[in-house]
């Protein structure tokens, strides 16, 4: 995977004129490689690095993401994403929470970036991530809400909701899942709520999480 914006792509991004496409002959695919040094990575579940001043993802090979768990490595450009993924239960986050995100849709994450210097929400679309307005007053009150909001590494994990059957789901997750699921979405979405095949992948997504997440007082660090 080439290192992708952690945003939309901008309108007048290159592309490939769909006429020659049905020309080409089938390619096998390229082995990914690390983004730094170039060595090939054996296997799809590989790290990730956020370029924090591109706001990008790039694949890293493990010492590649090993050398950039150091703080202040690489004078803060790039930050190694960590595999911890945290669950809150006893959160009160609820609708009335919710409704003060203006969140159109059921899953919203929300991360720390330090580029920008302020709070982003984004949520997942037909365009990809698309960012909401947060409102400082309306972000205070999901800090107040769950203990994961102070555990927060910035640029490189997010707090993930989702509202779902009357309940708020509440992670603490590698931003490099967020795109996960924001790349699926894009890929499935169809009509104006997403679509059977859609709903179907966000509630295994979030079956997979659950299984991965832990409490925080079993957790020793990012």
Known sequence: MSARPLAPPHPGAPTTHRGLRRFRAPQPPTPESCELCGALLADHDHRHLVDTGRRAL???????????????????????????????????????????????????????????DRLVALYPSPAGATESELDPAAWESVLGATTLARLLEPDVEALLLRRHEGRIECYLVPVDLCYELVGRMRLLWQGFDGGAEARAAVADFFTRVASRARAPKEDHGP
Not at 83 to 102: A, E, Q, V, Y
């Open 58 to 116: 790039a694949c890293a090979c493990t010492p590649c993401a090993l050398l950039f768990e150091r703080p202040g490595a690489g004078a803060g450009q790039f930050r190694s994403v960590p595999n911890r993924c945290l669950c809150d239960p006893g959160h009160t986050l609820d609708d009335t929470t919710w409704d003060l995100l203006r969140i159109p849709v059921g899953v919203a994450f929300f991360l720390k970036n330090t580029d920008l």
